[in-house]
């Protein structure tokens, strides 16, 4: 008799439900184009949570964002500015604080008489190899006046989005 090979039916269902989600998180980072279609299942997860709506009656759009189409790019300091050495390390820390926006992606969720749009992103954790899908509810009407993780929207762009989900590009 040949030993069989395990398949993923034989895999217990939580060793199954971890490894997933993991690595498509991971495929996602590593620019797999996965990481859009997990910012979009953590935002019909958080969605149908909230409003105890079942998968079957959502209906979802989503459009990949650049950040750094999305985001304006903040002056430095006049005093690092004067300094070529300090402005130089300012612009890279500013380069990875965009970076840190992992497949940007906006969803549009619809479903059970609600509706709710989410900025979603992958964030890497600093003390895993794993990333967490951030997905904050956003309007649509006006930018965030708050912004995401000190950098401010450009509202030029942020007027763009509703179009963009309603066209689908």
Known sequence: ????????????????????????????????????????HQAVELFSAQFTCPGERLTTRSVRISPKELFERPSPPPDVAADSGRLRYWEKKTDEGLANFHD??????????????????????????????ICPVVGLDAPPAHGFGGFAIKPAMWRTLKQRLALGY
């Not at 940007?104 to 895993?128: I, N």
Request: aromatic residues 6%; proline residues 9%; negative net charge.
């Open 1 to 40: 008799m040949t030993p069989r090979t395990p398949s993923g039916r034989d895999l217990p269902y939580r060793i199954r439900n971890w490894a997933v989600p993991s690595i498509l998180a991971v495929l996602g980072l590593a620019g797999c184009g996965i990481g859009p279609l997990v910012c979009r």
């Open 104 to 133: 940007l992606t906006l969803v549009d969720v619809d479903g059970c008489d609600a509706r709710l749009t989410y900025l979603c992103w992958l964030e890497q954790s600093p003390d895993t190899d794993a990333a967490d899908a």
